[in-house]
C-alpha cells in the first residue's frame, strides 16, 4: 500500500489508487470510501477537499491514509476507522462499545416523531442507548422533550454524553447504567429501544464486517432473536404514562411475537397501524401504547 500511496501524489491520484485498490478486493463502495478515509487522513472538510484535489498529498497524511486503507482491505467499515457515523443528518461518535447505527434505525426515529406533538414537553426513554444516536437524535428533533438514555456499558454511556454535548443537547438528557428496565422508577411518555434481535442462525451468518466490530451484547438477541424483548416489555406497563407509547426495531419476521409479547403484557398493539416498514419495504419498527384505562 505504501508504495502506492506516497506523497508525491496529488489528492485525485491517492483516490483514483485507493478506490482502485478497494474495487478490486470486491469492496462495495470503494470511491466512496476512499474519499471519506482520505477527508478523515487530512483534517477537510468535503468542501475543502474539493478545492485541494489537485494538491500533494502531505507524508503524514499519505502514511495515514495509507493505514486506513489497509484497515479496510481488512474488513473494517469506514465508520469504524474513522469512529464517526452519519445518522439523520448529523454525525455520531462511534467505538467498540457500540453498535454502529444502520440507516434501517431511522425507521424509529420517523416512527416515533410521527406519533407526538413535536411542541409539547415530553419525556423520552431509549433503551441500550450505545452511541445515542436515537435519543439525541429525537431532542434534537423535538425541542421541548427531555430524556433518559440507559445502557449496561459504561463506555457507550461516556460516549452518549459527549454526543449529546456535542450535538447541543446534553442539557435535556441524562444517561445511566441500567440492565434495561431494572433501574427506571420514573414513567415516560414515549420509550424507544433498538434491542439486540439476531437469532442464533441469523448469528452465525453475519458478515465479518459486523461480527468483527460490533459488540456482541449489541445483537445477539438470544436462541430465537426474543430474549431482550421478553426482558423489557413486562415492565413497560410501569413505565409508560397513560397514552404513552413504546417503539422497538425488530428484525424483519418478528413483528407478530414481539405484538402477541406486548399485548400479554397488557399494551395496546393496534396491529397493523402499529407497524413500520424500512426503505427496502421490511417490517421494521412495531409499537403499542399504554391503556389510559386500566383494562
Not at 449496561?152 to 435535556?172: H, K, T, Y
Request: aromatic share 6%; proline share 6%.
Amino acid at each position: 500500500m505504501g508504495k502506492l500511496i506516497t506523497s508525491r501524489l496529488s489528492l485525485r491520484q491517492t483516490h483514483t489508487a485507493a478506490a482502485r485498490l478497494l474495487r478490486e478486493a470486491r469492496i462495495a463502495a470503494p470511491e466512496l470510501d476512499a474519499r471519506l478515509l482520505l477527508c478523515h487522513a487530512t483534517g477537510l472538510s468535503h468542501e475543502a477537499y474539493v478545492a485541494a484535489f489537485n494538491d500533494a498529498l502531505a507524508p503524514a497524511a499519505a502514511a495515514q491514509f495509507g493505514t486506513y486503507v489497509e484497515r479496510r482491505l481488512a474488513g473494517e467499515p469506514v465508520s469504524r476507522i474513522i469512529g464517526v457515523r452519519e445518522f439523520y443528518g448529523r454525525s455520531f461518535l462511534i467505538d467498540a462499545s457500540t453498535l454502529d447505527p444502520r440507516a434501517d434505525t431511522e425507521t424509529l426515529v420517523e416512527a416515533a416523531l410521527g406519533m407526538v406533538d413535536r411542541e409539547a414537553p415530553l419525556s423520552i426513554l431509549d433503551l441500550g442507548t450505545g452511541s445515542g444516536c436515537i435519543l439525541i437524535t429525537l431532542l434534537a428533533e423535538l425541542p421541548q422533550a427531555n430524556g433518559v438514555g440507559l445502557d449496561a456499558s459504561l463506555p457507550a454511556l461516556e460516549l452518549a454524553r459527549a454526543n449529546a454535548q456535542i450535538l447541543g443537547v446534553g442539557d435535556r438528557a441524562a444517561f445511566l447504567a441500567s440492565d434495561w428496565l431494572d433501574a427506571v422508577e420514573a414513567s415516560f411518555d414515549v420509550v424507544v429501544a433498538n434491542p439486540p434481535y439476531l437469532s442464533a442462525t441469523d448469528m452465525a451468518g453475519l458478515s465479518p464486517e459486523v461480527h468483527g466490530h460490533d459488540p456482541r451484547p449489541a445483537l445477539d438477541g438470544g436462541p430465537d432473536g426474543l430474549s431482550a424483548y421478553r426482558r423489557i416489555v413486562p415492565g413497560l406497563r410501569k413505565a409508560l404514562r397513560p397514552g404513552g407509547f413504546a417503539l422497538f426495531e425488530i428484525g424483519a419476521d418478528q413483528a407478530e411475537a414481539v405484538w402477541r409479547l406486548l399485548a400479554e403484557a397488557g399494551l395496546d398493539v393496534g396491529e397493523q397501524e402499529h407497524l413500520w416498514r424500512d426503505l427496502g419495504g421490511r417490517p421494521r419498527v412495531v409499537g403499542a401504547r399504554s391503556r389510559v384505562k386500566a383494562p
